[in-house]
């Protein structure tokens, strides 16, 4: 269900009613609240409520094209968030989360308040995966109180900051999942050894099963791969999305 609400960022704009995604199991009755899509620097997403499961869905779409790409892994790391000493994360990523920001933690804030039994769902692919992670470390810094009800589920995400960010993001004790599907090359960047991943992997190997590491075990899943294994492919055959 949380993979269709991150493959769905790709195609919707102000309500549920695209193919495929849109028909996926559990998410019937979703309503779209707000959607966002900024062209000077690429930054698309939405904001939806589905009752019945008791969720408000921050969906922030991934890497549509290769400009996106470019945008992402070409600007240098930089020190973000501000109150979290030491903490750097690639600017690309945040370029395009920053320019949506404050209308995004506000319209979540508003309808956590307005839907005080909901949790808050933050999700994407690729490129999204990455400023749906950045929506949560912003959101937890911002409305502490209701860290709690957070959640966080990305696929085929980059890696995000260094140490310090990825401590952070694991400190927070919320549930944050990073499904890798095989040899997904995405996850494995930037190639630098000061940038990090932070929650659970859920690794899906090439014989259909799964496996999943903690921080501290990851080379038992996708880093298990030689690079040679690395592939665009994958990054684009999610299922679900």
């Known amino acids: 269900m949380y993979a269709a609400y991150a493959g769905a960022a790709y195609m919707i704009s102000n309500s549920w009613n695209c193919k495929n995604e849109c028909e996926h199991p559990g998410t019937e009755g979703t309503e779209v609240l707000y959607n966002w899509d900024t062209q000077h620097v690429t ?11 008791k969720l408000i869905v921050v969906a922030f ?11 992402s892994f070409m600007a240098n790391p930089v020190q973000w968030p501000s109150t979290i000493s030491g903490s750097i994360v690639v600017r690309g990523f945040l370029d395009g989360y920053l320019v949506s920001s404050e209308d995004v933690l506000q319209n979540t804030v508003e309808l956590a308040a307005k839907y ?16 749906a992670s950045m929506f949560v470390a912003d959101f937890s ?15 085929g995400q980059a890696k995000v900051g260094n140490d310090v960010f990825a401590d952070y993001m694991d400190n927070l004790s919320a549930p944050m999942y990073r499904v890798v599907n095989k040899g997904d090359i995405a996850p494995h960047l930037p190639m630098v050894s000061n940038m990090v991943h932070f929650g659970t992997e859920i690794w899906l190997t090439a014989n259909g099963q799964s496996t999943v590491c903690k921080k ?9 791969l ?16």
């Open 43 to 53: 930054s698309n997403g939405y904001i939806a409520r589905n009752p019945d499961k």
């Open 116 to 131: 005080p039994d909901h949790n808050i769902v933050a999700v994407g692919h690729s490129l999204g995966g990455a400023r």
């Open 226 to 241: 030689p690079a040679m294994a690395y592939n665009f492919q994958d990054h684009s055959t999610y299922p679900g999305l």
């Open 61 to 71: 779409r991934g890497s549509a094209e290769t400009g996106d790409w470019v945008e």
């Open 141 to 155: 810094i911002n409305y502490p109180r209701l860290v709690s009800r957070v959640q966080l589920y990305t696929y």
């Open 216 to 224: 501290g075990d990851y080379s038992k899943c996708s880093e298990s």
